[in-house]
Structures are given as structure tokens and as C-alpha cells.
């Protein structure tokens, strides 16, 4: 991965009989995708069910655009502003939660974002191959770490023997 990534996965687990509000939150967070300032008041759980929603009847309309959501309306449901939205919008992209979308809407061109699956399932196994590719690479260098540490003592012990010698 040739970008820099942040990944802060939380330990939530909901609580029982959890509705799909508290779902939605333990589900962000497990996935690094809540607020991380204290204060932060984003309902990101809001977003994502909304998101869903509209994904589930653009599939059923078969109307793409209805998937699409802006960043202004994203943050009327976040409830933060279009600036914040963007702050947090680079995480969403990074795990491929959320894609980038283009539509033409009364005759304008209109970007925004929808989720990156078929449902919410299919959108956050595309988090899940992202965030297992980054544990597998860093498994790798713990064990190019291991091999150096090898390497090292080899030849700092076949330097003392020189020096005995």
C-alpha cells in the first residue's frame, strides 16, 4: 500500500437485543471509522444506514444515482459540516467502504459517494481484504525482523570469535 493508513480498529461488542443504531456504531468502530476527537458529535451510524437504504432501493428501482449521496447531504445526516465530512471521508475511501461516484442530476454533473458494495456486507469485506492485506504485509516484516535479528547475532558472533582468535 503505497499511502499512508491509519487504522484504529476498536474493541466494541453491542450490547444484547442491540438495534441497528447501537449495531451501526459497534460496527464503525470495530471498523476505525467513528470520530476519534472526544467532542466529535458525528452520527456516522446515521450516514451508514442511510447509505444503505438508498443502495437498497436504487437496487431495487434500478437507478444507480439513487445510491448516490453529496458530501452536503452527507453531513445534514452526519450532523457536521461539509468540511468534516471531507476530513473523515479519506478513511472511507481508504478501507473501500465508500466509492466515488459521478451522476448527472437535472441536467448537472453531481460527485458524490456510495457505498462500495451491494449491501452492507459486501461493502465491509472490501474493509475486511484491505485491513487483512495490511496484517499479512506486516507479518511479513516481523518475520524479515526475525531473520535480521539472525543474521546479526551470526555475525556478531563471528566477530567476537575473530577477535578470541
Given at each position: 500500500?503505497?499511502?499512508s493508513?491509519k487504522?484504529?480498529?476498536k474493541?466494541?461488542n453491542?450490547g444484547?437485543?442491540a438495534?441497528s443504531?447501537?449495531?451501526?456504531k459497534v460496527?464503525?468502530a470495530?471498523?476505525g471509522?467513528?470520530p476519534?476527537?472526544k467532542?466529535?458529535?458525528?452520527g456516522?451510524?446515521?450516514?451508514i ?5 438508498r443502495k437498497?432501493?436504487s437496487n431495487?428501482?434500478?437507478k444507480p444515482?439513487?445510491a448516490v449521496?453529496?458530501?452536503e447531504?452527507m ?6 459540516k ?5 476530513d473523515?471521508?479519506k478513511?472511507w475511501l481508504?478501507?473501500?467502504?465508500l466509492?466515488k461516484?459521478t ?7 453531481t460527485?458524490?459517494?456510495?457505498l462500495n ?6 461493502t465491509f ?14 507479518i511479513e516484516?516481523?518475520?524479515?525482523l ?7 547475532k551470526l555475525?556478531?558472533?563471528r ?6 582468535e
Open positions: 500500500m503505497g499511502f493508513m487504522i484504529e480498529l474493541h466494541m453491542p444484547p437485543g438495534d443504531e447501537e449495531l451501526s460496527v464503525l470495530r471498523f471509522l467513528i476519534r476527537k467532542d466529535a458529535k458525528a456516522f451510524h446515521r450516514l444506514l442511510e447509505l444503505y437504504e437498497k432501493l431495487k428501482e434500478k444515482e439513487l449521496m453529496t458530501v447531504e453531513g445534514i445526516f452526519a450532523g457536521i461539509r468540511q468534516t465530512v471531507y473523515y471521508l478513511r481508504m478501507l473501500q467502504v466509492k461516484t451522476f448527472v442530476q437535472n441536467g448537472a454533473v460527485t458524490g459517494y456510495e458494495g451491494s449491501n452492507l456486507e459486501n469485506r472490501k474493509a475486511e481484504v484491505i485491513i487483512n492485506g495490511h496484517v499479512e504485509q506486516s516484516m516481523v518475520k524479515e526475525q531473520s535480521e535479528v539472525k543474521k546479526e555475525k556478531l558472533n566477530q567476537t570469535e575473530t577477535f578470541e
